[in-house]
């Protein structure tokens, strides 16, 4: 399903400065990967994104960030394969959580999507999508990149704050720690 029919102004809101680039907003969509959505409000509640880069582009794909300290909760993938119903489509402006082979591995790298993407459906815990900033993405997804999809100057994301609209969720369940 198209990220658009989950919007609504009582979803958690995501801000994301990105340095240079602008800002993106996103919605949590916490009826559709409640586990996902409080594991990366969490992770935004400890300021772990602040100073973190996008290390991963692929126009025409997805930008990837996140990448951190390795001794972090790692969350059961909310997705098909995991015999988890999440109808959200990894559709453009769709945030989803990245992960190894392992379906239960998710811990706090994220993307977002530039692009349609039908063959991740049901593979990746998507859990909110973009309501304004699609340009930043646009703009971030156009940097100069080395082989290994790397950009060639650091894309730095500033700051990640969040707006709960005065709702409280619960703590995720850690599957394992990496």
Request: hydrophobic share 35%; with cysteine; glycine share 8%.
């Amino acid at each position: 399903m198209n990220y658009r029919h989950y919007l609504n102004q009582e979803n958690p809101l995501v801000t994301m400065k990105i340095k240079g680039f602008g800002t993106i907003q996103l919605e949590l969509f916490y009826e559709v990967a409640p586990n996902t959505v409080s594991h990366f409000m969490t992770l935004i509640e400890k300021k772990y994104f602040d100073g973190l880069k996008f290390h991963r582009i692929i126009p025409g794909f997805m930008i990837q960030g996140g990448a951190g300290e390795r001794n972090i909760c790692a969350i059961k993938g909310e997705f098909k394969i995991n015999g988890f119903v999440n109808p959200l489509e990894h559709s453009r402006g769709v945030i989803s959580m990245a992960r190894t082979n392992d379906p239960n591995s998710q811990t706090s790298q994220f993307f977002i999507m530039h692009a349609n993407a039908p063959h991740l459906d049901g593979s990746y815990a998507a859990f909110g999508g973009v309501t304004h900033g699609i340009e930043v993405v646009d703009k971030i997804a156009t940097v100069s990149r080395d082989y290994t999809d790397a950009p060639n100057e650091d894309v730095i994301i500033e700051s990640v704050t969040l707006d709960k609209h005065g709702k409280s969720y619960p703590a995720p369940v850690c599957y394992q720690t990496k």
